[in-house]
């Protein structure tokens, strides 16, 4: 009786991993044609200045709205992406589209001007720092866009720099080479070994938005945070909070000296005609968000 349970269980197991197979392998079908299908675009999330409330820039986030899956989140598609290599593909095209689209935001009739002159950041992945082109092939997209270097920032992950071969070091000159800005993001999930932040030539940390999420309960992560933002500033970086999902927060961490604040509260990410209406009002209103009304520094 127990044995025949045991095997039926057996049984289930595997196909329950032989399904996840193929829901993975229709994944990643479908991924390597989302680009040709169109199925692919690009949102923007707002960060602002913690104490001058102004719109510093966006972050350019991928979506996938699948014909045969649905909306697929990137917690879901990235990895696969990664694992597949497809990520160098999709990189690329992230960081076109989201290139051409700040050249098109360098026009005063655009949003009122809201969105000229901001920052663009693009996330990056360890695999497509691995590749030895990387630096070349993202002059080459500024080049054929116009799209000026100093305003494009790069965000990498903590554990990617960590986890890297010693070419990667070479890859980080190279991209600060271009006169692009590098952030850390995530930063505080990664390894503990902070060796790194002396090594390689970093214009931002961005906290990690499980310590900005809670910071006002739990002691801990505003431990951590605070840590995080003294670290920053005695190394000569600029910090952004990620995870702002309230105005008590977003008080808190300008009475902290954060410099730059990200997050729901100000706005999700969002697709680019709402994007340019959210900046014309902001940049038009009372700003959403004043700044040193918590007391502070
Ligand atoms: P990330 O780069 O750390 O991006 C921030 C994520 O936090 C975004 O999730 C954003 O929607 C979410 N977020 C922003 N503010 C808040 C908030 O106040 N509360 C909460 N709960 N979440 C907030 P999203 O868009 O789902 O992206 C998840 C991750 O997928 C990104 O984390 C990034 O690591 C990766 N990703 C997204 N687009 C790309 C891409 O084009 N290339 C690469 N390599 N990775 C990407
Ligand atoms: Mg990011
Ligand atoms: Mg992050
Ligand atoms: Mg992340």
């Not at 719109?55 to 990664?82: C, H, K, M, Q, Y």
């Not at 590749?131 to 100093?150: H, K």
């Not at 309230?246 to 729901?264: D, I, K, P, V, Y």
């Amino acid at each position: 009786e127990a044995k025949t349970t045991g095997r039926d269980m057996a049984c289930f197991y595997s196909m329950e991993t032989d399904l996840r197979g193929q829901a993975r392998q229709t994944m990643e079908q479908q991924l390597r044609r989302a680009i040709e299908r169109g199925e692919l675009s690009v949102h923007y999330q707002p960060r602002v200045g913690a104490r001058s409330a102004q719109l510093l820039g966006v972050e350019a986030l991928l979506r996938w709205n699948s014909a045969l899956l649905g909306s697929v989140p990137p917690s879901e598609f990235i990895p696969i992406a990664e694992e597949t290599g497809l990520i160098r593909s999709l990189g690329a095209w992230v960081l076109e589209q989201a290139c051409a689209q700040w050249m098109r935001w360098q026009d005063s009739t655009v949003a009122g001007g809201a969105l000229m002159g901001v920052g663009l950041s693009v996330n990056l992945s360890a695999v497509q720092l691995a590749d030895p082109s990387l630096a070349a092939d993202i002059r080459a997209v500024l080049e054929r866009t116009g799209m000026p270097e100093q305003h494009l920032e790069l965000e990498i992950t903590e554990s990617q720099l960590m986890e890297s071969a010693p070419s990667v070091a070479d890859q980080v000159v190279a991209l600060k080479l271009l006169g692009v800005q590098l952030s850390i993001d995530d930063f505080g999930t990664g390894y503990s070994s902070l060796a790194y932040l002396k090594r390689f030539d970093i214009d931002r940390l961005k906290i990690d938005k499980s310590f900005v999420h809670d910071m006002l309960d739990d002691p801990a992560d505003l431990a951590i945070t605070r840590a995080i933002i003294s670290l920053g500033h005695s190394l000569g970086l600029k910090v952004v909070a990620e995870g702002v999902e309230n105005r008590a927060t977003a008080q808190m961490l300008s009475a902290l000296a954060c410099e730059e604040l990200q997050g729901f509260y100000f706005s999700r990410p969002l697709p680019v005609p709402e994007l340019e209406r959210w900046a014309h009002a902001y940049l038009g209103s009372d700003p959403l968000w004043r700044p040193g009304t918590a007391g502070g520094t």
